[in-house]
């Protein structure tokens, strides 16, 4: 049997050894830079577009600022909902158990580097705080208490760590979408604040103790004082 001669060349599109050299054409090329170009076009006009139609429906000002997640949490005036917890040695708390006490909740995660970062915050305002009859309930979720209260051992915490691993247990009651999340409840069960964002030392004693003089006016009678920083007005929802 007689074989034709094998090419010297290799026919065009069926070659492997295609140098850079040769494909620069097509990578500066007008038309796959127009084509870039439509794309990139399009891409953009989607996320304007996105952002327009989420900031009309919950604002401009919210984006950014946990504004979305927001719409899914107790509001300041409202009665804090029932919350059940897994405390040491897994017993089940409930937050009912601490009515007749200024509650501060610090939903959070050892899997969450805003909430990493926070920890010695919020460890420097427990000591401030708990000794003026603030409790504070940190919960974690998204992981066990196990791993959560590792990470808090090995950080120096001196706080009591709950959790409860999945939050959508609750339905919208507490769909809490922001980690790390502070709210304050007062003694009477009535949610005072919500804080989306993460915080220093300073903020959460300010707010801690402001939950405990009750006088929900100071805000904006104090503007110059460290409570009105770590309390924006807007914040109350009132």
């Known amino acids: 049997m007689t074989f034709p001669p094998r090419p010297s060349t290799p026919p065009p599109g069926n070659r492997d050894d295609v140098r850079l050299s040769e494909l620069a054409p097509n990578r500066t090329g007008g038309s796959l830079t127009r084509l870039q170009i439509v794309i990139s076009l399009a891409l953009a006009l989607a996320i304007i577009g996105g952002a327009w139609l989420?900031?009309?429906?919950?604002?401009?000002?919210?984006?950014?600022?946990?504004?979305?997640?927001?719409?899914?949490?107790?509001?300041?005036?409202?009665?804090?909902?029932?919350?059940?917890?897994?405390?040491?040695?897994?017993?089940?708390?409930?937050?009912?158990?601490?009515?007749?006490?200024?509650?501060?909740?610090?939903?959070?995660?050892s899997w969450c580097p805003p909430c990493q970062a926070e920890f010695p915050e919020v460890e420097a305002a427990y000591q401030a705080l708990a000794p003026q009859g603030v409790v504070l309930l940190a919960i974690s979720a998204k992981e066990s208490w196990s791993t959560s209260n590792d990470f808090a051992v090995a950080n120096g915490g001196t706080f009591t760590v709950y959790n409860i691993p999945d939050l959508t247990i609750f339905g919208e009651t507490w769909d809490t979408r922001n980690f790390p999340t502070h709210m304050y409840i007062d003694a009477e069960g009535i949610v005072r604040y919500v804080s989306t964002k993460p915080s220093d030392a300073d903020e959460l004693i300010a707010r801690g103790e402001w939950l405990l003089a009750g006088d929900w006016t100071a805000v904006t009678a104090q503007t110059a004082s460290g409570i009105s920083a770590a309390i924006r007005p807007e914040d109350l929802w009132a």
């Open 54 to 109: 989420v900031g009309g429906r919950i604002g401009f000002a919210e984006i950014g600022s946990g504004g979305i997640a927001r719409q899914y949490l107790p509001k300041a005036g409202e009665t804090a909902p029932a919350l059940g917890m897994i405390g040491p040695d897994e017993k089940t708390v409930f937050l009912s158990t601490f009515r007749g006490h200024p509650v501060w909740i610090n939903f959070w995660g």
